[in-house]
């Protein structure tokens, strides 16, 4: 969010802690991009706010509260419902305190992912399917008013993979299931208490392939009868996906535009030497998408 935005979603935030009864005097920025991320001092709550127009909070707090009743490794809701406040929505949430120095291991990520997949598998709720999530990113490279800096050779790069790409993991005979959607370190919290998944509104149905994509590559390598090649597959699928998103002119991620530009590189690379079986593959596992 721009500074105005970010003035006004804060303002959001304290009020509707306010309206519960939380004192919360002062908001610290924690991360700022389509959403915003805060922690209301001193009641040491999270809040998440995001414009009433375009937000899954409702989805959000859906999710997280049954993966919460069935033991899964998710952060907890301060308030199971979500709060409208002029043009903003806010959702509140414990605030954990990061566990000592230190960097998850392998085993910790692919266990917190293995118990959220079995987790979610308990879960019934309509969300959208993975394809969805494809149809929206190739919407957005077609349309070149919201794209309008991404150079046609490029349009067509990203256009041509999400097609081959969402044909070829769709194809799979691999089982769906409910979905995180974007489970990369950026949404797993390491805390005093275990690690933890966060951020729900991407949550959609598809292989686990998909999700496992989105983390670190060794995680992937390591996460129970996983397939391969569909992996692969699922890895170069979602580098287009979130190289066609840091290209929208609306697009507000930190250094969104630099990533950009860097990971049209990736895939020029992951492409290359498609119909190879040994092609290059991308560790996306970096950061957020949206």
Known sequence: MRAAEVRRATQAAVSGAAWLG????????????????????????????????????????????????????????????????????????????????????????????ARLHAGMREVDLPVPH????????????????????????DRVLLAGTLDRMRHAVSGSSRPEQLLHGEPHPGNLLRTRVGPLFIDFETCCRGPVEFDLAHAPEEVGDHYPGVDRELLRDCRVLVLAMITAWRWDREDQFPDGRRLGVEWLSELRRATAQSGQENRPVPNIGVGGCR
């Open 22 to 113: 939380l004192t919360a005097h002062d908001a610290v920025v924690l991360h700022n991009s389509n959403a915003l991320t805060l922690r209301l001092e001193p009641c040491a709550v999270l809040a998440r706010v995001a414009p009433a127009a375009h937000q899954c909070a409702r989805l959000e707090v859906d999710v997280a509260r049954r993966l919460a009743e069935v033991g899964s490794p998710v952060a907890a809701l301060e308030f199971p419902e979500v709060l409208v406040r002029g043009d903003y929505v806010v959702t509140l949430w414990t605030y954990y305190e990061p566990a000592p120095a230190g960097s998850l291991s392998n085993a910790e990520y692919v266990g917190a992912l």
């Open 130 to 153: 993975f394809t969805d999530r494809v149809s929206a990113a190739r919407t957005l490279v077609a349309d070149q008013a919201r794209t309008p800096e991404l150079a046609d050779p």
